[in-house]
Each structure stands twice: as structure tokens, then as C-alpha cells.
């Protein structure tokens, strides 16, 4: 298990070391000077410019900014917002917990729904529930995200009123942040309505969020439960006359769900992607939102600083993942 894990461990050097340069590279190719952008309307002076190149360090070759960039993150630093000039470590920590607390939502929902979705598929094969139910999976996935988003708020928020439209609470209420968590947060605070402002304004992002992600659990789910009800052990389990519930529930589902963890941890990348465009529909304020404004602005080391701190988390997942496969099916192990 040691020499698996550090097999696993070393594939993240020459990924990491990729992911700094495209996280370097990334941003420069954009068209736009970041000090121009900076300055806005206001303009500068030829002087004041030359001035400010110099500080920021754009007066450098590219692959001297690269290695100081390196050489920054092997010491630990991220580099400090040309913007706001706060450390990019202390604006990621502060805007991450609303990320996690949305990705969260969402995933649990696309697992709660996407799970059972499968399996009543899987044993309906051929069935009205099971093409009815592949076909909507279908649909999720082939959605372009914004669309969904926009016709979910246009229904839910514009016409019925039913939820919120942007942001993570009502403004009338304030407390101060304990965890960072909104839906904690507000149950802590003690303010009457609090939670369920929260709760509200969590819904229709996450539903958008989980609709990928749901989709392709679904689908996996079918898939893998087909396979593994095919088994002799499952025929010999139907013709001891075990209830189906229990043939399909337990000896079919728990070995059905040895791809589906993989799904799942690879679904955390789709919903960080997903994230940058929901949080940026719904101004939901958390990385993903923070990255798109970082760009538009031409923030240099929050960009460079926010992909490679959105990459590493995803390496970790999948790490884990990876590590509870091999846990669970010790043939992986051996490869």
C-alpha cells in the first residue's frame, strides 16, 4: 500500500510543475496591459508607468518572472493582489469556505439523486423508468450551464418568486463570520430566519452545480449495476430466493460502487470548474467568482495563485480517491 501511495504521490511533481506554467503562461497570453487595466480612466503618466513595471517586476524577461514566480511558491508565497494588495493565501482562505460550502451542496445532492437514479434504472433496463431517466441524465449533461441557470432564475426567482437571485444571505441580516460557512454561520447567530435565508439562496446554485455532476453519476451508476447483476454470484443469490431489494441494494450496489467513487472524485473537478460559472451567474462570492473578476482586472498572481491552489485541491481529491480504490479493490494495487 506504501509503494502505491508513493506511486501516486510522485505523479504529482511533473503535474504540479505543468500547472505552474500554464497558470503563468495562462494569464499573459491574454490581450491587455495589467497596469493600463489597473489605472483605468484615470490614465498614467509615461514615468509613473515605467515606475510601476519596474515594481511589479514586467520589465524582466519571462523566464526570469517565471523563476521568480517558482521560487515564490517553493517558500511558500503566492504573491500579494495587484488590486486589493492583501496576500493571494489570505483572499483564497477567506472566499474558499463559500466555494466548498456550494460544492458541498451540490455534490450531495447529485449523489443523493444520481445514486438511486442508476440503480432504478439498471434493474428497469429496457423499461419506460429506465429511458425515461437516461434521457433526462442526458439532457443534464448536454445543458450548457448557463442556460440552465438563467432559465431556473427566470422561473424559480422572476416569475414564481420562490428563491433568491444572487448572494448568500438577505442583507438584513449581519453577524460576524465564525467559520466562513453561511449555513453555520446563520444557525450560530441566533437571528430569527437567518438559516433559512441561507438555505434559500443555496438552492437554485446548487441545483445548477449538481446537474453535471448528477448526470454522470447517474449514468455510471446504470452502467456499473448492469454489469455487476449480470454476475453468477447474483444469479445464485435471485435463485436462493432472496428478496430483490437485497440482491439489488446490498450484493449488487456495494459492488457496483467501486467505479462510482471514482465518478465522484473526479466530479469534484467538474464542480470547481462549474463553480467559476455559476458563482459568476449567481454572484455567489467565492473563488470562482473571485478568479473571473481577477481576470477581467488583470490580476496576475490571484490567477496564477488561484489555479494552481484550485489544481492542487483537485490533485488531493483524486489522491484520495485513488488511495480508497485501492483500498477497496486490491487488484489495483498491483498494477
Known amino acids: 500500500m506504501l509503494r502505491f501511495f508513493l506511486t501516486r504521490l510522485l505523479t504529482f511533481v511533473p503535474t504540479f510543475v505543468g500547472v505552474t506554467l500554464i497558470s503563468f503562461a495562462f494569464i499573459r497570453v491574454l490581450p491587455g496591459d495589467p497596469i493600463i487595466v489597473m489605472a483605468g480612466e484615470r490614465g498614467l503618466s509615461e514615468a509613473r508607468y515605467q515606475e510601476l513595471r519596474e515594481q511589479f517586476g514586467f520589465d524582466q524577461p519571462l523566464f526570469v518572472q517565471f ?29 474558499f ?45 448536454s445543458m450548457p450551464i448557463f442556460w440552465w441557470a438563467l432559465l431556473l432564475i ?34 450560530l447567530s441566533g ?4 438559516f433559512a435565508s441561507a438555505v434559500e439562496h443555496l438552492i437554485l446554485p446548487s441545483i445548477v452545480l449538481a446537474t453535471i455532476p448528477l448526470a454522470v453519476i447517474a449514468r455510471q451508476t446504470r452502467s456499473a449495476m448492469l454489469e455487476v447483476l449480470g454476475e453468477d454470484y447474483i444469479r445464485t443469490a ?36 462549474g463553480a467559476i460559472l455559476t458563482e459568476t451567474i449567481f454572484s ?30 483537485v490533485m488531493i481529491v483524486n489522491l484520495i480517491v485513488d488511495l480508497l480504490y485501492g483500498v477497496i479493490n486490491p487488484k489495483i494495487r498491483k498494477r
Not at 517553493?74 to 483572499?91: A, I, N, Q, R
Not at 437571528?191 to 437567518?194: E, F, I, S
Open 238 to 273: 435471485r435463485a436462493k430466493g432472496l428478496a430483490p431489494v437485497r440482491v439489488n441494494g446490498l450484493h449488487a450496489l456495494r459492488n457496483a460502487l467501486i467505479p462510482v467513487v471514482t465518478v465522484i472524485g473526479l466530479s469534484v473537478g467538474v464542480l470547481l470548474a
Open 284 to 313: 455567489w462570492p467565492g473563488i470562482g467568482k473571485w478568479m473571473v473578476d481577477s481576470i477581467y482586472r488583470r490580476d496576475y498572481p490571484v490567477v496564477q495563485g488561484g489555479l494552481l491552489l484550485i489544481a492542487g485541491m
Open 191 to 194: 437571528q430569527k430566519g437567518a
Open 67 to 95: 523563476w521568480d514566480y517558482l521560487t515564490g511558491i517553493l517558500h511558500g508565497d503566492l504573491g500579494m493582489s495587484y488590486v486589493t494588495k492583501k496576500p493571494v493565501w489570505d483572499e483564497f482562505f477567506a472566499l
Open 97 to 141: 469556505p463559500a466555494t466548498v460550502e456550494l460544492s458541498l451542496c451540490a455534490i450531495v445532492i447529485a449523489i443523493c439523486l444520481g445514486l438511486p437514479a442508476g440503480v432504478i434504472a439498471a434493474v428497469n433496463r429496457g423499461k419506460f423508468f429506465d429511458r425515461a431517466l437516461m434521457s433526462t441524465a442526458l439532457v443534464g449533461y
Open 154 to 187: 427566470i422561473v424559480f426567482s422572476g416569475t414564481l418568486g420562490w428563491t433568491p437571485v444572487s448572494g448568500r444571505i438577505d442583507l438584513l441580516y449581519y453577524f460576524p463570520d465564525a467559520t466562513g460557512f453561511m449555513l453555520i454561520d446563520s444557525l
